[in-house]
C-alpha cells in the first residue's frame, strides 16, 4: 500500500466490521448496503405518489398490507445517467427505526470483502453521495460507496 | 365499519372520514362567508372541470375543494399511520394510510389542513 493509499485506520471501524454487503446501482455509480440493514429484494411496482414532497420520495406502496415508501436514491443524491423509469428491483432497508424501499435499476451480489477492498472514502464521485457514504470498496465493478444507511434515510424522510 | 369519501386529486388518491364533512357542495354554491381551500391548486395537480366542494365541520366555515371522482368507501379496515419516514406530512393535513388492495388512500386531516 503506497503512502497516498488510504488506510483501513481511517474506515469507521463499525462499517469495515460490518460485512458482507449488497451492491446495487445509484444512477451512474455503484453503492452498497450492509446486508443487516437489508431486510428483503423484490421486484420494482410503480408506487402511489404523494402530495408535497421532495422528487426523490417516489411514493408510497402497500407492500404485505404494511405502508412502504419509496426512495430514489439516484434523485436524492444527483447521480442519474438515465431518465426516471428503469427501475427493476426495490431493496427494502431498515434502519434508525424506518423501513424505506429504495429503488434501483440492478442488483448485483452480495460480498464479503476482503479487509484490502475496504477504503476510506477517496474515489467515490459526486459530492452527495460521498457525503452519505462511510467507506468504499474498490471491486470489479468499480468504486462502490458503502452507504450510512441511517444517515441516508434521515436526510431523504419528509420533515 | 367507517365511511369515508374519496376523491382523485390529480394522481392523489386522498380520504376523508365521513364524520367531518358537514355536506357537499357545488362550486357555485361557495360563498364568501366560506373559508375555502383547494387542494388541486395546494399540490399543484390539475383541478378536475367539475371538482366536489366539501364543508367540514371542523373548521367551521371551512370547505374544501377536491377533485372528481369522488365516492363513497365504507371500509373496515384500519387506517395506518404514516411510517416514521414520512411523519412530516402530519404537518401539512395527511394524518393516515388506508392500504386498499388496488391503491393506497391518503387520509386527510382537515384541521391540520386550515391551521
Same mark, same amino acid.
Given at each position: 500500500m503506497s503512502e497516498q493509499e488510504p488506510s483501513l +485506520?481511517?474506515?469507521d471501524e463499525q462499517f469495515f466490521e460490518v460485512t458482507p454487503v449488497a451492491l446495487l446501482t445509484c444512477g451512474e455509480f455503484w453503492v452498497a448496503f450492509p446486508?443487516?440493514?437489508?431486510?428483503e429484494i423484490t421486484e420494482w411496482r410503480q408506487p402511489s405518489p404523494l402530495p408535497?414532497? +421532495?422528487?426523490?420520495?417516489?411514493g408510497v406502496l402497500n407492500f404485505r398490507g404494511r405502508a412502504l415508501p419509496l426512495l430514489d436514491l439516484a434523485a436524492l443524491l444527483n447521480t #442519474?445517467?438515465?431518465? #426516471?423509469?428503469?427501475f427493476q428491483r426495490i431493496v427494502i432497508v431498515n434502519a434508525a427505526s424506518m423501513r424505506v424501499g429504495i429503488e434501483t435499476e440492478r442488483v448485483s451480489r452480495i460480498i464479503d470483502a476482503r479487509p484490502d477492498e475496504w477504503h476510506a472514502v477517496e474515489a467515490v464521485q459526486g459530492d452527495r453521495l460521498r457525503a452519505v457514504c462511510v467507506a468504499e470498496l474498490r471491486l470489479k465493478e468499480g468504486v462502490v460507496g458503502v452507504l450510512d444507511t441511517a444517515l441516508l434515510l434521515e436526510l431523504a424522510r419528509v420533515r | 365499519m367507517a365511511a369515508f369519501l374519496v376523491s382523485e386529486i390529480g394522481p392523489y388518491h386522498v380520504a376523508i372520514?365521513?364524520?367531518?364533512?358537514?355536506r357537499i357542495l357545488r362550486e357555485s354554491e361557495l360563498t364568501s362567508e366560506l373559508n375555502c381551500l383547494a387542494l388541486p391548486t395546494m399540490w399543484r395537480t390539475t383541478t378536475a372541470p367539475e371538482p366536489y366542494v366539501v364543508e367540514l365541520l371542523?373548521?367551521?366555515k371551512c370547505c374544501l375543494i377536491l377533485g372528481a371522482q369522488t365516492r363513497y368507501l365504507h371500509s373496515q379496515l384500519v387506517p395506518e399511520r404514516l411510517p416514521t419516514f414520512l411523519e412530516g406530512l402530519q404537518e401539512q393535513g395527511l394524518l393516515a394510510l388506508l392500504l386498499l388492495e388496488t391503491e393506497t388512500l391518503y387520509l386527510l386531516d382537515p384541521a391540520r389542513l386550515f391551521q
Open positions: +485506520d481511517s474506515v446486508v443487516h440493514e437489508i431486510e408535497g414532497v +421532495d422528487a426523490h420520495i417516489s #442519474r445517467a438515465s431518465p #426516471r423509469g428503469a | 372520514e365521513a364524520q367531518h364533512i358537514a371542523s373548521p367551521e
